[in-house]
């Protein structure tokens, strides 16, 4: 979470000052106001985008069987050569916020868990994905003369904000579906077994 406070907050001062010292055409009510309310609207658009995706659009469409969803060989060696494996524990985790609790289950190592996390995490990588794309909607409301010194930029830090995480769950997913196959594949040889 400080890892985002400090982005959200260092990247808006930073913007408030750059504009400050050199951008004399917009006035300093205009530029506290815009970084003040922009950073607030972001995160707002963006709640707004995710509550849209996880609650209104339906659960067959990001489950592990769809094809589509998965992860290709190419993307996985993209994500290692970003040397992901040594940042993505220190990206904030927002799993907390959907309706997935790790509580509800009882045995996290079963297939119905896998598959639920493998749901969580294709409607966690899409809210991202669209609340970087969707995002910059805010250059269209914001007024045209900060829009390429003020909003742009806040817009910028929301996109990298929402592509870390998006990430972290796309490399996850193989490996989630590697352990789901392996115990379907268990169960299934116990239940051959058992006849």
């Known amino acids: 979470m400080a890892l985002y406070l400090i982005s959200i907050i260092g990247g808006d001062l930073l913007i408030f000052l750059f504009n400050y010292f050199f951008n004399a055409a917009v006035s300093l009510k205009m530029l506290i106001i815009c970084c003040a309310t922009l950073p607030i609207a972001l995160i707002a658009w963006d709640g707004v985008i995710a509550t849209f995706i996880r609650r209104a659009l339906p659960n067959r469409w990001y489950d592990y069987k769809v094809e589509w969803r998965k992860v290709s060989a190419k993307e996985c060696k993209f994500y290692d050569a970003l040397k992901i494996k040594a940042w993505k524990d220190k990206v904030l985790e927002l799993g907390v916020f959907t309706s997935f609790s790790k509580k509800k289950i009882e045995n996290p ?87």
């Open 109 to 195: 190592r079963s297939r119905e868990y896998l598959e639920q996390f493998i749901l969580e995490c294709n409607y966690g990588w899409s809210i991202h994905l669209w609340n970087a794309i969707l995002g910059f909607a805010l250059l269209f409301v914001y007024p045209r003369q900060i829009m390429f010194t003020v909003t742009i930029w806040t817009c910028l830090i929301n996109f990298v904000l929402s592509m870390l995480p998006f990430m972290i769950l796309r490399y996850n997913l193989p490996r989630l579906h590697r352990a789901r196959d392996v115990i379907e594949k268990k169960e299934k040889l116990e239940a051959s077994l058992g006849k």
